[in-house]
T-cell receptor, first 113, second 114 residues
Framework: GENVEQHPSTLSVQEGDSAVIKCTYS??????FPWYKQELGKGPQLIID?????GEKKDQRIAVTLNKTAKHFSLHITETQPEDSAVYFC????????????FGQGTTLQVKP | NAGVTQTPKFQVLKTGQSMTLQCAQD?????MYWYRQDPGMGLRLIYY???????DKGEVPNGYNVSRLNKREFSLRLESAAPSQTSVYFC?????????????FGPGTRLLVL
């Protein structure tokens, strides 16, 4: 079945630096790739997503890139702020038309002031 | 709109006890999902319901049962709790119409099985 690998598992950056989280997926039929942010004690919240007909998408300080050939996608956060500290999950859709997502293992991002 | 709500927020069980986790959404979504979250393992799908009246197994269904009571509500039942079921449980829902696959998550239920 579909598998999603996410790296790194932990990431520590200085405030103002950029952070990059990478994911690879196994099923070439996947066509939807969301990113979720989970703050301590809360449920995951969607921050950005990308579909397979698009190579890059930006929303203010966050961007996602997709390389379908290599089957990997990345989250880029620029000018990081302490409030960006959280756990980030990538996910890939399954081609079963059920809305199912397969999640990566998560990345704990710490932004040091 | 409350979005996705879950009850209880926290529960302690003894091995062998049963309980039902409740989930409701007010977004008129077709699909609902139950996940468990364990350290270093991301979110793993337990069961899902693609539409009212249907349920299917996910990646880790053993030890659980679900009921899609109506379009709004999707419950998860542990018949005989085991320590391995200590986890944080999240319910999610999505419209799943056309390209609307975005899943919206509830705040979670933290379960400790002793």
């Amino acid at each position: 079945g579909e598998n999603v690998e996410q790296h790194p598992s932990t990431l520590s950056v200085q405030e103002g630096d950029s952070a990059v989280i990478k994911c690879t997926y196994s099923d070439s039929a996947s066509n939807y790739f969301p990113w979720y942010k989970q703050e301590l004690g809360k449920g995951p919240q969607l921050i950005i997503d990308i579909r397979s007909n698009v190579g890059e998408k930006k929303d203010q300080r966050i961007a996602v890139t997709l390389n379908k050939t290599a089957k990997h996608f990345s989250l880029h956060i620029t000018e990081t702020q302490p409030e960006d500290s959280a756990v980030y999950f990538c996910a890939a859709s399954t081609p079963s038309n059920t809305g199912k997502l397969i999640f990566g293992q998560g990345t704990t991002l710490q932004v040091k002031p | 709109n409350a979005g996705v709500t879950q009850t209880p927020k926290f529960q302690v069980l003894k091995t062998g006890q049963s309980m039902t986790l409740q989930c409701a959404q007010d977004m008129n979504h077709n699909s609902m999902y139950w996940y468990r979250q364990d350290p270093g393992m991301g979110l793993r799908l337990i069961y899902y319901s693609a539409s009212e009246g249907t349920t299917d197994k996910g990646e880790v269904p053993n030890g659980y049962n679900v009921s899609r009571l109506n379009k709004r509500e999707f419950s998860l039942r542990l018949e005989s709790a085991a320590p391995s079921q200590t986890s944080v449980y999240f319910c999610a829902s999505s419209a799943r119409q056309g390209s609307q696959e975005t899943q919206y998550f509830g705040p979670g239920t933290r379960l400790l099985v002793l």
